[in-house]
C-alpha cells in the first residue's frame, strides 16, 4: 500500500512563495501520474496540477503560470512550487496519482496566503 506525505506548507503573504514536497512510500507509485489537488473548507478537492512519468506538466488555469510541478524519481518525491500566491491559493493541498488512489490520501499541508 502507497503512503504519501505531504509537506512544505506554510504562512505566505501574498506574491510569495512555497515549495511543497511529496514523498511517497513505494517506487512503484512513479509508474503513475502524480497529482497535487487542494481543497478549501466547503469545497470539492481539485487537481490542480500533474506530471506524468514522462515529464509532460498540465495545469489547472488558475495556477498556470505561476505553479510548476516536477518530480525527482530517485527520491521517490514530487514537488510543487509556487510563487506569485493569491490569497485564492488557500487550501489544503495534497498529493496522489492520476487517477486517485483513494486510501493513500495523506493528511496534506496547509498553505496560507495573507493580503
Known amino acids: 500500500q502507497v503512503q504519501l506525505v505531504e509537506s512544505g506548507g506554510g504562512l505566505v503573504q501574498a506574491g510569495g512563495s512555497l515549495r511543497l514536497s511529496c514523498a511517497a512510500s513505494?517506487?512503484?507509485?512513479?509508474?503513475?501520474?502524480m497529482g497535487w489537488y487542494r481543497q478549501s473548507p466547503g469545497k470539492q478537492r481539485e487537481l490542480v496540477a500533474r506530471?506524468?512519468?514522462?515529464?509532460?506538466?498540465n495545469y489547472a488555469d488558475s495556477v498556470k503560470g505561476r505553479f510548476t510541478i516536477s518530480r525527482d524519481n530517485a527520491k521517490n518525491t514530487v514537488y510543487l512550487q509556487m510563487n506569485s500566491l493569491k490569497f485564492e491559493d488557500t487550501a489544503v493541498y495534497y498529493c496522489?496519482?492520476?487517477?486517485?488512489?483513494?486510501?493513500?490520501w495523506g493528511r496534506g499541508t496547509q498553505v496560507t496566503v495573507s493580503s
Open positions: 496522489n496519482s492520476d487517477p486517485v488512489i483513494p486510501s493513500s
Open positions: 506530471i506524468t512519468p514522462g515529464g509532460s506538466t
Open positions: 513505494g517506487n512503484i507509485f512513479r509508474i503513475f501520474a
